[in-house]
């Protein structure tokens, strides 16, 4: 059974900061791209950073200059650090990850179980 389990959404005022953890366990061969998406009440899910396996990284136009994705592919893990937090960003963070599982098999898309993020004073 394979699972991304996510941490560290929370309530967080306005302009303060978190960091979202998404790790990957189960039997993985290897990981291409990672990416976080976020889905507002009545919104689509939206992309919002995605990292490949070789470090390039694309962030979304709302998200430039304040967060940073990152991985450790040792741990199979992938990273949001979300900086200068406004209220348009609260919604629901999931993380994704394009695992491989065997050499024979093929590329599949797993989610996280989403966390929430809630940006008030």
């Known amino acids: 059974q394979l699972q991304l389990v996510e941490s560290g959404g929370g309530l967080v005022q306005p302009r303060g900061s978190l960091r979202l953890s998404c790790v990957a366990s189960?039997?993985?061969?290897?990981?291409?791209?990672m990416g976080w998406y976020r889905q507002a009440p009545g919104k689509q899910r939206e992309l919002v950073a995605a990292?490949?396996?070789?470090?390039?990284?694309n962030d979304a136009d709302p998200v430039k200059g304040r967060w940073t994705i990152s991985r450790d592919n040792a741990k199979n893990a992938v990273y949001l650090e979300l900086d200068s937090l406004k209220p348009d960003d609260t919604a629901v963070y999931y993380c994704n990850e394009n695992i491989r599982r065997t050499a024979w098999g093929m590329w599949n898309l797993y989610w996280g179980q989403g966390t929430q993020v809630t940006v008030s004073s």
């Open positions: 990292v490949t396996s070789s470090g390039s990284t």
């Open positions: 189960g039997s993985i061969l290897s990981i291409h791209a």
